[in-house]
């Protein structure tokens, strides 16, 4: 078994807090994700999954509330990000704290 807790979700399922935006994540929209954010936290989330499928842009704004997100809990996986969005991800170093998804 892995011990690295990106890679090992917690298997309870309870545990577990899904954010799936849709559109653009930027300054004038980030605020509900990060109200979801803290929700998650607020109810002992230990991972949160965001679900960047109908996702179309992102600025930093979003990168602030995932890396806050990855302050907070044990697991913060990003799934289906964009070519755009993983590459976004990457080149700010995100990667080394975040699981990305396909």
Not at 19 to 29: C, N, T, Y
Not at 46 to 53: E, P
Not at 55 to 75: G, I, K, M, N, Q
């Amino acid at each position: 078994m892995d011990d690295d807790p990106q890679l090992s979700p917690p298997s309870d399922a309870a545990a577990v807090h899904r954010i799936a935006p849709a559109g653009e994540l930027d300054v004038a929209s980030i605020d509900p994700v990060r109200d979801d954010v803290d929700t998650a936290i607020a109810q002992g989330a230990t991972a949160i999954v965001f679900d960047l499928t109908e996702v179309t842009f992102l600025d930093s704004s979003a990168l602030a509330v995932f890396a806050y997100a990855a302050r907070h809990v044990t697991v913060v996986q990003v799934s289906n990000p964009s070519a755009l969005a993983r590459r976004v991800l990457e080149e700010t170093g995100l990667l080394d704290v975040l699981h990305v998804t396909p």
